[in-house]
Every structure is written in structure tokens, then in C-alpha cells.
């Protein structure tokens, strides 16, 4: 086999070097003073604490009286306040590839303003792999308020797709060409969707094993849960397949979808066939083998990434009272248009058994308390590119909900900080607050080990080593705003 670093991991390392190398005898440029760090690793608070910062490092830790700060510095005065790692989003769409509409850059300082530093993207086309390399680099140069592209997906899907423009293979020959592609072009990871066909997916899963590049995405319609787990998916998306499994009755799901599968269809048939099994996945939830299903998925080591945030939207529909909301100004008027079309045409989606849909919906949360409750690792991801799912906002709105189906919030937060940065392998520059590491940060007005919703009290964000104050924050949202309603 051959151990490939992730180009990100890759560029991580090489910055770290550089920097070693380059770096400057001047005093630290920003001191956190008597700030509260949040250890997230050990759900700690190390109170009275001086954290300084030079250039894009976490250059010194140490208790107040103790620290000097020296001559220059710009001191940011954190009594009362609490310092976390900077928050990542594990599930997003920055290109429009369906509408071939330009990048969702206008996201950007909308991440910054919510203190999401980093982002993982979904589905990156081979062409587009040069514009993440150069967001990476205009971020570390400090030339681009951004959040870190922390890893980038190429997606890859079978015959009947349901997004147009998405990659198709249909044999295991076309399957390994495909991944082979996908590591040529520099990308971090192969995103299976649902519609492979079995033999097809375990040729993308032992291709990518040979050539180093790790798997990730839906855990595919005809598929078991933990056949895919066990193959080496590292992340499974949405809890695809994982519902399934915590019932009796996921063999006959698979069995039906091979016949289903075998023959021609209309869009509609397909839709009303797998509702109608989400239904009786619902009802067949059993709860002792959800615990078998969890464990296993551990030993495994895959991640899930169980994006509630958008699950509620396709279970409960979306309100009128997100029609209405107040940050829809801050979006660009087309991107506003298209999520008000979208949830128009939600509309009529959702005209189902609402019990039913509820229903699925409490099932999705008892199956994340048992994972987490069984040791079966957690991300946190938003799907943003979906409407409503609103960039960076929606990560706080994930953590929640994360805490609503049974995650402490320590656990949430780490679900967003140090879990990413392990399942990306980079936790030597992010993920903590620590000397040495990247200065990735975000100051808030109250604890969030008490209280989970306290992470959106945010006092400032730090991105690579630059200080965006609370003043700094709101005159961006004044701007887009602004721009956003001059533009209508």
C-alpha cells in the first residue's frame, strides 16, 4: 500500500517548516490577557491565563503575573471571556456544480464572522482543484478572509444520478480509473454517493486503499452499513445506511433496492420507493441493535457526519419562519431568490404523513445518542449549500442539536474542533488551543462547557494569526448587508 499524505495535510506541513524557519525575534504581535482556555481535549478551563500570539503561531501560554507581555503588543483584555480552538463545518458545498453558478465565496466572511476556521469541501471537479489551492494559499498569505479549505472531495456516483453534472462509473474498470484520476488531480478524498452499485464501490474503496486517498461520503442505497465501514469509508454522510442497520430488517431494504435497481424507473417511482422505506426504517428502529451497530462502527473507525441540520429540513420541511429570517440579508439577492424557489417546491415535498415524517425524524436522534454513547466518532457538518443551511451560523445551530439528541456540550464542541483536526491528521496545528499551533481561534463572552448556544457569543475571531474584533465583525455584516440590499 502506498501511505500518501493528504495534499492539505501535505501543505500543512510544509507551512509548518517554512515558518520554523522564518521566524521573527519581534515581540508577539496579540496577547489574550487573563482569558479563560477552554481545554477541549480534557474538558477542562484553565483560567487567569496570557496567550500570545506571533504572526499565524500560538507563541506562548502561561498564567497571568507570570507572562510578560512585551512592549508593541496589542493586548485584547479577555477577563470573563473564554478562548476555544476556531470551529470547523465537516460537510460543505463551496462550487455550485447543478447550476454551474460562480463559487459560494460570498460565504467567506460569514464563516469568519460565526468563528468557523476551516472547512471540509464536498465536491470539488478536478478543474476546480487549482482555485482550493489558491483560497489555501491567499489564507496563509493573509490575503484572503476565508475560512481553511481543510480537505476537498471529488464525488463520484452510479447510473440514474439525481444532480446533474455528477461524475457517473458503472464497472469496477471505470470505478478504479476514476480514483486514480482523483489522486492525479491533488484532491484528499473520493466521495462515494448513493447510487454505486456494490461491486463498483468496493473497486473505489480497494483502489483508493492501494493508492494512499481516503474514502469518504453516502455509504451507497445498496450497501450495508458496516460492509462499507469495515471497506474503509472513513466518514459516512447523513447517517446514510445507519438507520437501516439499527433495524431488523436492513437485509430485506437492501435486497428490495438490488430488484428496485435491476429495472428502469421514473424520478417519481424512485422517490415514493425509498420514502416509503424511511418510513418503516422509522418504525423498525430497535434500539439494542442500534448499540451493536454503534460499536461496530467504532472499532472501525468511521466518522459520522450526521448533518441534522439539513436532515430536519428533508424530515420536518422547511417553516415559513425561515423564509422570514433575519440572515437572509446577508446573502447576495440570486442566492436569496434561489433558496425562497427552493422552498417553494419544499412546499409540495413535504405534503406526506407528517407522523410518519416526524416519526424518522425522533428515530435520526436516537440513533446519534447511541453512536455517541457508544463511542462511534461524531463530526460536525451542515450540508451548507443546501438553502437554509446558513454558512457558519448553522454550525452553531448543529451543535445544538447535537446536545439536543444526547452529546454533552464538551462533546459537541469537540466535534467541531479537535475531532476534525484527528480525523484529518493535523492535530500538531489545529484542534486545541496550544503553543505551537495555529493561530485559529475564537474568544467568547461565556462558557460553552455550560451552556452549548454560548459559542455564539462571540467576542472576536482569530484566522492565521489575525485579530478580527467584535467592532471588526459587525461592520462586515454591516457591509454585506449593505451591498447585498444595494444589489436588489
Not at 498564567?63 to 470573563?80: D, F, H, L, W
Not at 476556521?117 to 465536491?123: A, C, D, I, L, S
Not at 464525488?155 to 455528477?166: K, Y
Not at 473497486?203 to 481516503?214: F, K, P, S, T, V
Amino acid at each position: 500500500m502506498v501511505h500518501r499524505l493528504p495534499p492539505f495535510a501535505l501543505f500543512l506541513l510544509l507551512l509548518s517548516a517554512a515558518s520554523r524557519c522564518t521566524a521573527s525575534e519581534e515581540s508577539p504581535t496579540v496577547a489574550f490577557h487573563d482569558v479563560a482556555v477552554v481545554d477541549v481535549a480534557e474538558g477542562l478551563l484553565i483560567r487567569n491565563q496570557t496567550v500570545l500570539i506571533e504572526g499565524d503561531r500560538i507563541y506562548t501560554i502561561g498564567p497571568v503575573g507570570e507572562t510578560s507581555v512585551p512592549r508593541g503588543t496589542v493586548v485584547v483584555e479577555a477577563s470573563g471571556k473564554y478562548l476555544i480552538p476556531g470551529l470547523m463545518d465537516m460537510h460543505v458545498h463551496l462550487f455550485n456544480n447543478v447550476s454551474r453558478r460562480p463559487p459560494s465565496t460570498w460565504a467567506f466572511p460569514l464563516f469568519i464572522v460565526n468563528g468557523v476556521t476551516g472547512v471540509r469541501e464536498m465536491w470539488t471537479e478536478f478543474a476546480s482543484m487549482p482555485t482550493v489551492e489558491q483560497w489555501r494559499r491567499d489564507v496563509s498569505d493573509g490575503q484572503l478572509l476565508a475560512p481553511r479549505v481543510l480537505a476537498a472531495g471529488a464525488i463520484v456516483n452510479g447510473p440514474g444520478s439525481w444532480h446533474p453534472n455528477m461524475p457517473e462509473v458503472t464497472t469496477p474498470a471505470e470505478a478504479r480509473r476514476f480514483v486514480r484520476e482523483t489522486v492525479q488531480a491533488g484532491l484528499d478524498f473520493v466521495k462515494v454517493y448513493s447510487l454505486l452499485a456494490p461491486e463498483v464501490y468496493h473497486a473505489i474503496a480497494e483502489e483508493a486503499r492501494d493508492a494512499g486517498l481516503q474514502v469518504a461520503g453516502h455509504t451507497p442505497l445498496q450497501v450495508h452499513a458496516l460492509e462499507a465501514a469495515r471497506a474503509g469509508q472513513r466518514t459516512n454522510e447523513h447517517l446514510q445506511q445507519v438507520r437501516e442497520a439499527c433495524t431488523q430488517i436492513e437485509d430485506g431494504f437492501i435486497e428490495e433496492r438490488q430488484q428496485f435497481y435491476s429495472r428502469s424507473h421514473e424520478t417519481d417511482e424512485e422517490v415514493a420507493f425509498l420514502d416509503e422505506q424511511v418510513h418503516r426504517t422509522a418504525e423498525a428502529y430497535d434500539e439494542q441493535i442500534c448499540r451493536a451497530v454503534a460499536r461496530a462502527l467504532a472499532e472501525a473507525g468511521q466518522w459520522q457526519i450526521p448533518t441534522l441540520v439539513n436532515e430536519r429540513r428533508w424530515f420536518l420541511g422547511i417553516t415559513r419562519e425561515r423564509d422570514d429570517d433575519a440572515r437572509l440579508a446577508h446573502l447576495p439577492p440570486d442566492e436569496r431568490a434561489a433558496w425562497r424557489q427552493l422552498y417553494d417546491e419544499g412546499v409540495e415535498m413535504y405534503t406526506g404523513d407528517s407522523l410518519s415524517l416526524q416519526r424518522g425524524w425522533e428515530a435520526t436522534l436516537k440513533v446519534v445518542d447511541v453512536l455517541n454513547h457508544e463511542g462511534a466518532g461524531i463530526l460536525v457538518g451542515t450540508d451548507f449549500g443546501n438553502p437554509f443551511i446558513f454558512p457558519g451560523a448553522s454550525v452553531h445551530e448543529e451543535m445544538e442539536m447535537l446536545v439536543g439528541a444526547g452529546l454533552t456540550p464538551l462533546q459537541a464542541l469537540q466535534a467541531a474542533t479537535l475531532d476534525p483536526a484527528r480525523y484529518l491528521g493535523v492535530t500538531d496545528l489545529l484542534g486545541t488551543v496550544a503553543e505551537g499551533k495555529l493561530a485559529d481561534l475564537v474568544l467568547l463572552d461565556a462558557n460553552p462547557l455550560e451552556l452549548i448556544t454560548n459559542t455564539q457569543r462571540i467576542h472576536a475571531v482569530m484566522l492565521n494569526g489575525q485579530l478580527l474584533q467584535r467592532s471588526d465583525l459587525d461592520a462586515l455584516i454591516i457591509e454585506l448587508v449593505s451591498t447585498n440590499g444595494k444589489t436588489e
